[in-house]
């Protein structure tokens, strides 16, 4: 490594200046659990290992700003980006929405909200893309670009998208592009989370 100290790329990953997320690129099981090799020891890390770190280091981030999130703007845009990754495929089956649910109301910075008010809030952006996924995706996208003035608050939101959509271990296609069109909604760069 050439006297540079070993970085381990689920560490680098999320500092101040580059936000990215390891990408796990299939819907395939097998691509899953394919290892990946450590650069410095040449230690097997296996990429759901690698994501859940990421997604752990990235929600530890928005645990720091936890008190500047507390616009309604921010609220909103929150429950529809979870909404827009929980439904990324085109659906939305009862298990993957109480799975989004759950997570919702366990999400430290999302506390500083009412978990019923979020929970109808979600619910309504769920209604909204189920009706008819391009068109409610159009509103849902809307919303979330309401957050584009304030670049800290843009930022949660597309972490908080990227979180997830990476809790169940996998953060798919589908559900990179809706955080990709998200990333343009609010005005950042999709490349500044390697998306």
Same mark, same amino acid.
């Given at each position: ?29 097998? !691509? !899953? ?9 040449? $230690? ?6 690698? *994501? ?9 981030? *928005? ?29 939305? %089956? ?13 999400? %430290?910075? *999302? ?70 069109? $998200? ?10 989370? %390697?998306?």
């Amino acid at each position: 490594m050439g006297g540079r100290p070993c970085v381990h790329p689920a560490r680098k990953l999320f500092s101040p200046i580059r936000t990215s997320p390891i990408r796990a690129t299939t819907h395939r099981p097998d !691509a !899953a659990r394919a290892p990946d090799t450590h650069p410095c020891k040449g $230690a097997e890390v296996p990429i759901w290992n690698q *994501l859940r770190q990421s997604a752990q280091t990235m929600q530890g981030q *928005l645990t720091a700003k936890k008190n500047e999130l507390k616009s309604g703007a921010f609220r909103d845009a929150s429950m529809a980006i979870c909404a827009l990754v929980a439904a990324a495929d085109g659906t939305i %089956d009862p298990s993957e929405r109480q799975r989004v649910a759950s997570l919702i109301v366990s999400n %430290d910075v *999302l506390n500083n909200f009412p978990a019923d008010d979020l929970q109808r809030r979600f619910n309504e952006y769920v209604t909204k893309l189920q009706a008819d996924f391009e068109f409610g995706k159009v509103s849902v996208l809307q919303d979330i670009g309401k957050t584009k003035k304030k670049p800290a608050e843009a930022r949660a939101v597309i972490q908080i998208g990227i979180v997830i959509g990476g809790a169940d271990g996998t953060f798919d296609k589908s559900e990179q592009a809706v955080v990709r069109e $998200a990333c343009f909604a609010v005005g950042i760069s999709p490349e500044e989370f %390697d998306l």
